[in-house]
């Protein structure tokens, strides 16, 4: 069995329910602008928000272009007509307050902790990461937190691991592991560092591309029996 010192864990939808934060706060963000919410318009949101960030993933636009413009882009399709600066402050208020928590993750991250050095590695917002970290607990259990907005660059951008890499005392690629759940921000930017990579898939998507995990869970408790030590109640 390998031996992992290092671990570097994604946040949303790994750590963090993503999912319900995003929900929740694009509930309030209508609310507060007088627009019905809907499982259309949310739908509809979450199509134009995953390719803007696959985009920023690539490179092919910029952070602010991205969070400034996807609720102006959404809002103008059902009639509304409103600043995108204006909107994302509004959102990311709500956002920030999103904390609730993937079941077992923040067990498993007071588990580890003895036994690894635990870092956060995520695309997003630096304040926002930072509330919702602190808010469920999990800020105090990791070693460093290195948000795409402080570092210049973003997963799965070699020069994001490279800047991870240089900031971390005595770290090795052999002994280093990231945790996540998207195949390309994740697992095909970690492979292209030099890192093994564990897939986190709940709801078991097929993979179909070229980017093959070392190592696939479906429950982060499943981590355990990988990095050989026993689940112990916190």
């Not at 600043?83 to 904390?99: A, M, P, Q």
Request: glycine letters at 8%; charged letters at 30%; aromatic letters at 12%.
């Amino acid at each position: 069995m390998k031996k992992y010192k290092t671990l570097l864990f994604d946040v949303d939808n790994t750590l963090l329910d993503f999912d319900a934060a995003e929900s929740a706060a694009l509930r309030l963000l209508c609310e507060n602008q007088r627009i019905s919410f809907t499982t259309e318009l949310e739908t509809r949101y979450k199509k134009i928000n995953k390719g803007l960030w696959r985009a920023f993933e690539e490179g092919k636009l910029d952070r602010d272009e991205l969070l400034n413009t996807r609720f102006s882009m959404l809002f103008k399709e059902y009639g509304h007509e409103a600043d995108g600066v204006v909107l994302e402050g509004i959102y990311r208020e709500f956002l920030s307050e999103g904390n609730q928590l993937i079941e077992g993750a923040l067990e498993l991250a007071a588990s580890l902790q003895d036994h690894f050095d635990l870092y956060i590695v995520t695309n997003g917002v630096s304040r926002t990461q930072e509330k919702r970290l602190r808010g469920s607990g999990l800020h105090p259990l990791f070693k460093g937190i290195f948000v795409s907005e402080d570092t210049g660059y973003q997963k799965p951008m070699k020069e994001y691991f490279d800047y991870v890499f240089a900031r971390i005392s005595n770290f090795s690629l052999e002994h280093g592991l990231i945790i996540g759940d998207s195949l390309n921000a994740d697992m095909k930017g970690g492979q292209m560092a030099g890192l093994d990579t564990c897939w986190y898939n709940p709801n078991k998507n097929r993979n179909s591309t070229d980017t093959k995990p070392a190592y696939e869970i479906q429950r982060l408790d499943e981590l355990y029996s990988i990095l050989g030590i026993k689940k112990h109640v916190v």
